[in-house]
Nanobody, 120 residues
Framework: QVQLVESGGGLVQAGGSLRRSCAAS????????MGWYRQGPGKQRELVAT???????NYADSVKGRFTISRDNAKNTVYLQMNSLKPEDTAVYYC??????????????WGKGTQVTVSS
């Protein structure tokens, strides 16, 4: 009933920038936290950044000062601006949202993931 559709991503040179977006659609009552996660080659999925419904943000130490997460509640969309990209940022990036379809019924939803490759 709820789908997350990601856009952006791709191939970029080290030092470059990319902007990701992820829009939720379907039977949405409200969305609490939104976030981005990534899984690099041979690694476990890790948190990149999260943003609460009130706009409070949290970042992994590895991306602080380079990545910015934001959200547009009217569009049910979360963004990730990635600057000063490094080869170690290469990973599949997934968006995540805690979506409520009614006052009491909420659960995690995930996007399908998109590859971001940073060349040196």
């Amino acid at each position: 009933q709820v789908q997350l559709v990601e856009s952006g991503g791709g191939l970029v040179q080290a030092g470059g920038s990319l902007r990701r977006s992820c829009a939720a659609s379907g039977s949405i009552f409200r969305i609490n936290a939104m976030g981005w996660y990534r899984q690099g080659p041979g690694k476990q999925r890790e948190l990149v950044a999260t943003i609460t419904s009130g706009g409070s943000t949290n970042y992994a130490d590895s991306v602080k000062g380079r990545f910015t997460i934001s959200r547009d509640n009217a569009k049910n969309t979360v963004y990730l601006q990635m600057n000063s990209l490094k080869p170690e940022d290469t990973a599949v990036y997934y968006c995540n949202m805690v979506v409520f379809t009614s006052w009491l019924s909420g659960m995690d939803y995930w996007g399908k993931g998109t590859q971001v490759t940073v060349s040196s």
